[in-house]
């Protein structure tokens, strides 16, 4: 058993490459052990900002291949697919020989036991490999023609302590590296991934990412300690500084107090995204002046502390300038710049847009029965952000910033704070607005969105979403489902639909209603999968109810859902299936007519009576709930209807001689069927 161990040394390689690039190429030899029958105990990637290695431990140096027989095209096939069989497989028509197997006579051929050299293997197939490797951003440099991150600058690939030795473009394989990044001039000889490991560790850098990453959250976490400070870990900066740096080392620095004014999302957005630092905050949550750096190297002498200090004080008084200018430009004079402003071919202006807003939100605020006048003017001023200099410096923060201006303005809380969330659900586990205003502001802008481009025809594809529409239909429904509401969806796109033709826009798509429903109800589909509802529940639930009730269709499909494998589940199946069964069969006879009640006068016995007194019982509760039902309630009362309905089957026979009785019981078992409906259709729900 043996170790194959390659590392591939570039300039630095962006983080956001890193990942990806590990498992292409681990995954790529795999497939290469696994289709040669080559056995390997252990597998690994690693990385740093400029080296990429691949490990495999336990391999075998050799294996025999046994004989084979290989499948060819059948006998009638044309010559010219033969003659491709025979060239891919570099044989002569005498090798194959006929056999009939169950679709026809194909021709075979034996391929004999073949001795493969692991080493051997590796030297042919590693720079394959290579040339396949798919990069979402590559370079080529110099002369060469090779494709890579960055510019790749040598190749060591050991196996069984040996080089291999390889050709790949302009390099060499060996089994040598440099251990200096910054100045290339000092390689050593490695022969095993234990020794290559060590050395580097006793130079203060951590080959493993998974490894590097611990050691930093624990020095952050240290650190933030020692200073009484509490850090809010960002898993995605995280991820990127650990692929920034090799030998990290971290540092606390301050910035000046005074820029503490500025709106805590700007200084945030400031640190963790253009300078990849981590802001830090009190007791009580607010941030502080002191932040964190993850540095490559040990600042002995405190220039690095020095430098990170500059860089952050002069984006912060550009930040603070920008935020003085735009706090004290009136919001609502600035609404009229917006006609400058394109929201999309052939839906107008952003101004277009406020004021199709402005009728929508006033029509959901009839049915929040909230202030038309509050949710009109939020609608009005809730995009004016996006003229301003802050928004232009950090787009993350539209909508946020909006909220800022229209509160240092003086305008009511709930409104700054709808304009301040109106962009939310921003997807699944994002936050929900809770407040009406916010979430008819929210609604609107969403539904204006999506009636705009599916309107003209813009929809998502399989692949691509390049309008996030995925994404504001998903809002859609968490804004309700989050909030316990229901919208009728149907006449709000309808209306949506007016305006933008009041608006004298063309919206070609004559489906529009149709097809922007079917997309809503498959995102909520896609929201209770990633619930982990059952496909058969999600698919009963939707086809009960409409999309003006997606709220129900949800807490009906999840209450259901925690319930199914449970002996109250059980139940409730069971019941329904034993009288749906019965009625499937007989309703195939196409003579038989059923209608939608029973008649209790010639019930021949008590069994009978006792199952139309619980079905009566059930339709009365059903008749008698709002929209507040208990749906935990609904299915314990369907349950219980168990004892009754099974004591019927085991003591009545619903296929009477008497075609009268017959008929009797089978419309007394459709208004059980029925019954159950009103919660769903059960149909669709498979047995445990």
């Given at each position: 058993m043996s170790e194959f161990f390659l590392e591939l040394f570039s300039e630095e390689i962006p983080a956001s490459l890193q990942k990806n690039s590990r498992v292409i190429l681990l995954d790529s030899f795999k497939k290469l052990f696994e289709e040669k029958q080559l056995i390997f105990k252990k597998k690994a990637s690693y990385s740093t900002p400029n080296r990429l290695i691949i490990l495999f431990e336990g391999l075998v140096k050799e294996i025999t291949q046994k004989t084979e027989e290989i499948k060819g095209p059948n006998i009638n096939a044309p010559k010219k697919a033969i003659d491709g069989f025979l060239r891919s497989n570099q044989i002569d028509k005498k090798n194959l020989f006929k056999k009939?197997?169950?679709?026809?006579?194909?021709?075979?051929?034996?391929?004999?036991?073949?001795?493969?050299?692991?080493?051997?293997?590796?030297?042919?197939?590693t720079p394959l490999i290579l040339d396949k490797m798919q990069w979402k951003k590559s370079m080529r440099w110099g002369d060469f023609d090779l494709n890579w991150a960055r510019p790749l600058k040598s190749i060591l690939a050991v196996f069984d302590g040996k080089s291999l030795d390889f050709k790949f473009h302009h390099l060499t394989c060996s089994n040598r590296t440099f251990i200096d990044k910054e100045f290339e001039d000092k390689k050593k000889i490695f022969k095993n991934f234990r020794n290559y490991k060590k050395f580097f560790y006793k130079k203060g850098i951590i080959i493993d990412q998974n490894l590097r990453k611990e050691f930093i959250k624990k020095e952050l976490q240290k650190n933030s300690k020692r200073k009484n400070i509490i850090i809010e870990f960002n898993?995605?900066?995280?991820?990127?500084?650990?692929?920034?740096?090799?030998?990290?080392?971290?540092?606390?620095?301050?910035?000046?107090?005074?820029?503490?004014?500025?709106?805590?999302?700007?200084?945030?957005?400031?640190?963790?995204y253009h300078q990849k630092y981590f802001p830090t905050f009190n007791e009580k949550g607010s941030i502080t002046n002191n932040f964190l750096v993850v540095t490559n190297n040990k600042d002995k002498r405190g220039l690095i502390k020095l430098g990170n200090e500059r860089v952050i004080e002069a984006r912060l008084n550009d930040a603070q300038f920008f935020w003085e200018k735009n706090k004290s430009q009136n919001l609502v004079k600035q609404v009229s710049k917006m006609k400058t402003i394109n929201y999309f071919k052939g839906l107008g202006s952003y101004f277009d847009k406020i004021q199709r807003m402005r009728k929508l939100a006033g029509m959901i605020s009839d049915?929040?029965?909230?202030?038309?006048?509050?949710?009109?003017?939020?609608?009005?001023?809730?995009?004016?952000?996006?003229?301003s200099d802050l928004v232009s410096e950090f787009p993350e923060l539209q909508g946020i910033m909006g909220g800022h201006f229209s509160e240092s303005q003086g305008f009511d809380k709930d409104i700054c704070l709808a304009i301040s969330e109106h962009y939310l659900p921003s997807g699944l586990d994002s936050k929900t607005p809770k407040k009406l205003l916010s979430i008819a502001l929210a609604l609107t802008d969403k539904l204006d969105t999506l009636v705009g481009f599916f309107g003209i025809n813009q929809k998502p594809t399989s692949s691509k979403d390049p309008y996030a529409l995925r994404r504001s239909a998903l809002g859609v429904i968490r804004l309700m489902v989050d909030n316990n509401k229901e919208f009728k969806i149907k006449d709000l796109i309808s209306y949506s639909t007016s305006l933008h033709r009041d608006q004298e826009f063309q919206l070609s798509n004559k489906f529009l209603q149709k097809e922007l429903i079917d997309f809503l109800l498959d995102r909520l589909k896609y929201y209770m999968k990633e619930k982990k509802i059952r496909t058969d529940i999600v698919e009963a639930s939707i086809n009960s109810y409409g999309v003006n009730y997606l709220n129900k269709i949800y807490k009906k499909a999840l209450a259901l859902n925690n319930i199914i494998n449970k002996q109250i589940g059980n139940d409730i199946i069971l019941s329904y299936k034993r009288a749906s069964n019965i009625l499937d069969s007989e309703l195939k006879n196409k003579q038989l007519e059923l209608s939608n009640t029973t008649d209790p006068g010639i019930f021949k016995n008590d069994f009978e009576k006792n199952l139309l007194k619980k079905i009566n019982e059930l339709r009365k509760y059903f008749a008698s709930i709002n929209k507040d039902e208990d749906y935990g309630q609904s299915l314990t009362n369907l349950a219980d209807a168990k004892k009754v309905i099974f004591e019927f089957f085991d003591n009545v026979k619903v296929n009477d001689e008497d075609k009268n009785i017959k008929k009797n019981r089978l419309e007394l078992l459709q208004m059980l069927c029925k019954t159950f409906d009103n919660y769903i259709n059960f149909s669709s729900i498979e047995t445990n």
């Open positions: 009939t197997i169950e679709k026809g006579e194909f021709y075979f051929f034996k391929k004999p036991s073949k001795k493969i050299n692991t080493i051997d293997l590796l030297k042919e197939q898993n995605k900066l995280l991820d990127e500084v650990t692929g920034l740096v090799e030998q990290p080392s971290i540092l606390l620095c301050k910035f000046d107090q005074k820029f503490l004014n500025i709106p805590k999302e700007i200084l945030i957005i400031t640190m963790q049915e929040l029965l909230i202030s038309k006048e509050k949710v009109e003017l939020s609608a009005s001023i809730c995009k004016v952000d996006l003229i």
